[in-house]
């Protein structure tokens, strides 16, 4: 099983980018997905996440700027980013609970690569 981020790269304030993060892999179900963010010198935090039904939750610092949506056909959760602000410079990782398929495996969190979205001018 893996995830696969893509979508960083750099951008000036006010800007927007969209995140993609899909996972692969011998799958049985999904639950919830989000996507956390490391910036320099600062500890990881939980940006937004997202249940298998929808439901979304947001950290304080993005509501109303950032949106969080999952298509569960294609097993990839979305992060769109408008306004982007030089305080939203950071790696962004996304994660997923997973059961991948097979009676030998159970309920995991997984961890895509990180995708660098720089801000600035």
């Known amino acids: 099983v893996q995830l696969q981020a893509s979508g960083g790269g750099l951008v000036q304030p006010g800007g927007s980018l969209r995140l993609s993060c899909a996972a692969s892999g011998r799958i049985s179900a999904i639950n919830n997905m989000g996507w956390y963010r490391r910036a320099p010198g600062k500890q990881r935090e939980l940006v937004a996440s997202?249940?298998?039904?929808?439901?979304?939750k947001y950290a304080d610092s993005v509501k109303d700027q950032f949106t969080i949506s999952r298509d569960n056909a294609k097993k990839t959760v979305y992060l769109q980013m408008n306004s982007l602000k030089l305080e939203d410079t950071a790696v962004y990782y996304c994660?997923?609970?997973?059961?991948?398929?097979?009676?030998?495996?159970?309920?995991?969190?997984?961890w895509g690569q990180g995708t660098l979205v720089t801000v600035s001018s």
């Open positions: 994660n997923a609970v997973i059961l991948p398929h097979g009676p030998e495996y159970y309920w995991g969190d997984y």
């Open positions: 997202i249940t298998r039904g929808g439901t979304t």
